[in-house]
C-alpha cells in the first residue's frame, strides 16, 4: 500500500470540517453572533482551500467527496451568508416584535437573503 492510501481520508474530514464552520455560522447567525458567524465563513473558506490542496497532493479523489465538497459550499458559502443576512434584515425590520407580527412585504424582506441558498 502506498502512503497516499493512508492519508486518502484527509481531503473529506478537512471537509468535514468545512461543513461544521458553516453549521456553526448558521447557529451562531440565529442567535444573533453576527461577527462570530462571519468569522466561521472565514474558517470555513480556509478549510475549502485546503480541502481541495490535498486532495490533488494526495490524490484522494472519489464522487463522495466531489458531492461533500458541494454541500459544503451550500451550507457554508450558501445557507450561512443567508442566515446573517436573514438575522441582521430581521433586527432592523423587525427589532421588538414577532414574525406573526410582520406583514406580507415584511416576511418577503426578511426571508429574501435565503435566495443565496437557492442560487447556490
Do not use: H
Amino acid at each position: 500500500m502506498t502512503v497516499k492510501k493512508y492519508f486518502s481520508f484527509v481531503p473529506n474530514t478537512i471537509t468535514s470540517l468545512n461543513v461544521l464552520s458553516g453549521c456553526l455560522s448558521v447557529i451562531l447567525a440565529f442567535e444573533g453572533f453576527l461577527v462570530g458567524a462571519g468569522i466561521m465563513i472565514l474558517i470555513a473558506a480556509v478549510f475549502d482551500f485546503f480541502d481541495g490542496m490535498s486532495a490533488r497532493l494526495l490524490g484522494a479523489y472519489s464522487e463522495m467527496g466531489k458531492e461533500l465538497d458541494s454541500l459544503a459550499d451550500v451550507i457554508s458559502f450558501g445557507l450561512a451568508p443567508a442566515a446573517i443576512g436573514y438575522a441582521i434584515i430581521r433586527q432592523t425590520v423587525l427589532p421588538e416584535s414577532t414574525l406573526g407580527d410582520a406583514t406580507l412585504v415584511q416576511w418577503l424582506l426578511i426571508f429574501s437573503p435565503f435566495i443565496i441558498t437557492v442560487f447556490s
